[in-house]
């Protein structure tokens, strides 16, 4: 079956896969949450190859890099985040980013509920 006639769900299903390490297993995780935390969440593929969350707009998108994980939230800089888990791109005006490394703990309940704030930023900004 050619990437092209995979859904992209499945295509993150192939990615979590292919990658075979921690990192791997890091983005399942991330993933797990962002479905328990979002139950209508939508999986995306995009450009040629990142997974992309959306409910009424991008939430955030799953890029793996040699040393991180990185999940970039779309509107990140207008989200509340009381745990600081926003670790990277915080010099921009409208992403934020977390950077997961090997090993480390992952504030669930925290991560949890800044997926819900994304979504219900979408909500209340309505689709243009």
């Given at each position: 079956?050619?990437?092209?006639?995979?859904?992209?769900?499945?295509?993150?299903?192939?990615?979590?896969?292919?990658?075979?390490?921690?990192?791997?297993?890091?983005?399942?995780?991330?993933?797990?949450?962002?479905?328990?935390?979002?139950?209508?969440?939508?999986?995306?593929w995009k450009w040629r190859g990142v997974p992309v969350w959306e409910d009424a707009g991008m939430i955030?998108?799953?890029?793996?890099?040699?040393?991180?994980?990185?999940?970039?939230?779309?509107?990140?800089?207008?989200?509340?985040?009381?745990?600081?888990?926003?670790?990277?791109?915080?010099?921009?005006?409208?992403?934020?980013?977390?950077?997961?490394?090997?090993?480390?703990?992952?504030?669930?309940?925290?991560?949890?509920e800044l997926v819900r704030a994304a979504v219900a930023l979408n909500k209340t900004k309505g689709r243009?």
């Open positions: 079956m050619t990437d092209h006639n995979k859904s992209p769900s499945e295509l993150i299903d192939g990615r979590i896969e292919e990658l075979g390490d921690w990192r791997g297993e890091m983005l399942a995780r991330l993933r797990a949450l962002i479905k328990q935390a979002d139950p209508d969440v939508v999986e995306t955030c998108t799953g890029e793996t890099y040699k040393a991180v994980v990185k999940l970039t939230f779309a509107k990140g800089a207008a989200l509340p985040d009381p745990s600081k888990l926003f670790n990277a791109s915080l010099e921009g005006n409208t992403r934020r980013a977390i950077d997961f490394q090997k090993g480390e703990e992952v504030d669930e309940a925290a991560f949890k243009r």
